[in-house]
């Protein structure tokens, strides 16, 4: 094989990927995406194979076969509800590594005459935010698998702290631009950034996950594409940068979703605000059984429905679908609110819905839908708080107040399946739960909602 | 005047990155998570540098184990990743068409 033509295979598995993310556009076409990406992958590792003198082959071929013995069960193991924590191991794993090819290039290609700023820059920049993402997106795993706390953990002069360590293992690596026979220096660099990821993430509080694991996407997506700049290699480049915009696009999306900005999620410890303002007094609110929900919903004409995470921790969903099929099947018009920040990761939501199929034509984005809650008979929040609280658009001195919310107060029914009345992540009292149209159904998301199913067709027959 | 490989290089980046922002933005935020696995496949891509220093002729030990670390946590992402993204969109050409 002429190793000129490795340039050729790199050049249509660019095509390819960026074809894969085209069609990722509707469900349509999204399985031919995944499949272009399939073949991508498999041309460029050919591609490499056959255009550049490999050795090592034992070395290269356990790495592969351990590799795919791991990948294969953690892809048809993983339920739904995990995977925010698969894709932020995913990217722990990528991060990881960018930063030990950054490692090794380096120590490599001492005393080679290689190591100019042309090369040096990229392969600083490469192991930055290889191992800084590769901690942190670890950190970001453990809050979401709730072993590490999901409370920010804060501490005095914690920013300032951040930043000096920061500003430290950036002029390292300047003097490692500089000076790169110093190799001395490098694994003080590395472990700064090892501890740097750590404590970027601990400050963050779990209701900010989707933000972060995009932002850790971007990351991961640019230590690749640094990679690319110091091997000079064009795929790699584009690839990086490809994820590199994408989790950007994703972060930018969840933050106004929030109405938050960057530094306000990075540096703010959001669920810091949690002071409640001193003992809230009992206020009065309406709840109601599994029978008259059952009996309310019958009668409406039109339903919409505003899942949140905590149908998704109770494991509700296929319930709901059953709920769902048995309104259709009487004519009720039943829709899907889908808030951007509903479940763990962007659009982690509709993936859940999907998973206990749920047509997705039936899941309606946040502005979409915002329109139809003051014709609809009965608004069902499921598992949501924050992204329903009216206080977010009244209450100006609502630490929420400007966040885009869903407009359930404004449908002539309100129910609420909850467990209690308790406030939930950002600890912000929901007026929407003190309204007169407003009834509380307390219990297990599941629990409740097999109820309400139960009670359907016995009133059919009746 | 020709291109230094650097420039050639930056040329590739922002146009890759522009291209990326447009290609992204139209992408279905019902698809957004399985979006984010199939990112993270494609941007295993690194197996590419993983294996040639790996691979490399002169390789020092040092290379080989960190070159070996490298590929098994990629090839895990490239694998994983794929066949994830592919399990999540299945789930919504299930019904998507019956309606």
Redesign the interface.
Known sequence: MIPQAVGYFYIVAAALFILSLKWMNSPATSRRGVFAGEIGMLLAIVGTFLGFDVHNWTWIAAAFLIGTAIGIPIAYIMPMTAVPQRTALSHACGALAAALVGTAEFYQRQGTGELGPVFMIPLVLETLLGFLTFTGSLMAMGKLQEVLPQRPITYRNQNAVNFTLFAIAVALGIRLIVVPSNTALFPIFAALALVFGVLLIIPIGGADMPTVIALLNSYAGLSACAMGFALENKLLIIAGALDGSSGLILSIIMCRAMNRSFTNVLFGAFGQIQEKKGGAEQRPYRSAGPEEAAAILESAGSVIIVPGYGLAVAQAQHKIRELFDTLTRRGVDVKFAIHPVAGRMPGHMNVLLAEADIPYDRLYEMDDINGEFAQCDVALVIGANDVTNPAARNDKSSPIYGMPILEVDKARTVMVIKRSMSPGFAGIDNDLYYMDKTLMLFGDAKAFVSEIVKELPAKAAA | MALS??E??LY??ML??F???E??????????????????????????????????????M???I???????????????????????????????G??
């Open positions: 490989n650097l050639i290089a590739v980046f890759a990155t291209v990326g922002l290609v992204i933005r139209k992408v279905s935020p019902l698809l957004h998570t399985p979006l984010m696995s199939l990112t993270n496949a494609i941007s295993a891509i690194s197996v590419v540098g993983a294996i040639l220093i790996t691979g490399a002729a002169h390789a020092t040092l290379s080989k960190l070159g070996f670390i490298a590929i098994t946590a990629v090839v895990t992402n490239i694998v994983s990743g794929f066949l994830i993204t592919d399990r999540m969109v299945k789930m919504f050409h299930k019904r998507g019956k309606k």
